[in-house]
T-cell receptor
Framework: SQKIEQNSEALNIQEGKTATLTCNYT??????LQWYRQDPGRGPVFLLLIRENEKEKRKERLKVTFDTTLKQSLFHITASQPADSATYLCALMNSGYSTLTFGKGTMLLVSP | NAGVTQTPKFQVLKTGQSMTLQCAQD?????MYWYRQDPGMGLRLIYY???????DKGEVPNGYNVSRLNKREFSLRLESAAPSQTSVYFC????????????FGPGTRLLVL
């Protein structure tokens, strides 16, 4: 069966460190993968998109990698800040399909 | 620009009652989506509309109907609410084509007693 797996346990890190979140998938051939941020009581907000033929994408303190052999994407936040505390969702669009499928998200807590 | 707006923000229904959740976007997007989000389940697609005049079922369409009223508006209707439909409902829209970057509304929190 198809699965998108993100760590269900919250990730706790100290301010200034690099946070690394993982998104693993099985039985998908994604055309691309996206990362969203969701704050409590709010809708998800798009952060980054990476396509199947791209290895890495950066935006300010954010970096996403995409390894289609390992079937994994890593999401990094460098120099993390308490304001980065949120739930981060990965989502992928399977090749030949037309809608996104979301993972359940990982909560990130950055302490001062 | 307001982006994607949803009404109401909160709603309490009794089992068997009906209601319509409203969604509007002012970004001239072609595609619109309805998701529900439950603890431990993540976001699940209920219905989507690739363009004005078309609608398609998503992963969990049972118990829901949708209407793409025009390019701006996409409504979700619960004809006979059930406690299993207690959830947070999000509307989203996409600019270019299906599956691209999605812009989400603030959500509607629905409790069915």
């Amino acid at each position: 069966s198809q699965k998108i797996e993100q760590n269900s346990e919250a990730l706790n890190i100290q301010e200034g460190k690099t946070a690394t979140l993982t998104c693993n998938y099985t039985n998908y051939s994604p055309a691309y993968l996206q990362w969203y941020r969701q704050d409590p009581g709010r809708g998800p907000v798009f952060l980054l998109l990476i396509r199947e033929n791209e290895k890495e994408k950066r935006k300010e303190r954010l970096k996403v990698t995409f390894d289609t052999t390992l079937k994994q994407s890593l999401f990094h936040i460098t120099a993390s800040q308490p304001a980065d505390s949120a739930t981060y969702l990965c989502a992928l669009m399977n090749s030949g399909y037309s809608t996104l499928t979301f993972g359940k998200g990982t909560m990130l807590l950055v302490s001062p | 620009n307001a982006g994607v707006t949803q009404t109401p923000k909160f709603q309490v229904l009794k089992t068997g009652q009906s209601m319509t959740l409203q969604c509007a976007q002012d970004m001239n997007h072609n595609s619109m989506y309805w998701y529900r989000q439950d603890p431990g389940m993540g976001l699940r697609l209920i219905y989507y509309s690739a363009s004005e005049g078309t609608t398609d079922k998503g992963e969990v369409p049972n118990g829901y109907n949708v209407s793409r009223l025009n390019k701006r508006e996409f409504s979700l209707r619960l004809e006979s609410a059930a406690p299993s439909q207690t959830s947070v409902y999000f509307c989203a829209s996409t600019q270019r084509g299906l599956g691209e970057t999605q812009y989400f509304g603030p959500g509607t929190r629905l409790l069915v007693l």
